[in-house]
Nanobody, 119 residues
């Protein structure tokens, strides 16, 4: 059974940091591209960051460049999103996604973790 389980969200003050984790099971994690998305109330789900299967390449949305860092541990079947200098505009539910780079129909989502940035 495929599972992606996010954790690490919470309430943080502006300027603070959080580290999100996404633990995968039920598929060969090291073969998949991992991404983090976020969705604020009433808005579309937006791509935040992506990391290739071996971790050699990362890409970011302009709004988080220089503040967020995506990483992964294939030994631990886990993807991470380190979020620094958080802003109220970063408030959203954060989701991880696993996508096979060749068989693109193979795509899995987690249930998400809530991040709220507020004083």
């Amino acid at each position: 059974q495929v599972q992606l389980v996010e954790s690490g969200g919470g309430l943080v003050q502006p300027g603070g940091s959080l580290r999100l984790s996404c633990v995968a099971s039920g598929f060969t994690f090291s073969n998949y591209v991992m991404s983090w998305y976020r969705q604020a109330p009433g808005k579309e789900r937006d791509l935040v960051a992506t990391i290739t299967s071996a971790g050699s390449t990362t890409t970011y949305a302009n709004s988080v460049k220089g503040r967020f860092t995506i990483s992964r541990s294939n030994a631990r079947n886990t993807a991470f999103l380190q979020m620094n200098t958080l802003e109220p505009e970063d408030t959203a539910r954060y989701y991880c996604r696993a996508r096979h780079p060749v068989s693109t129909s193979l795509s899995y989502w987690g249930q998400g973790t809530q991040v709220t940035v507020s004083s």
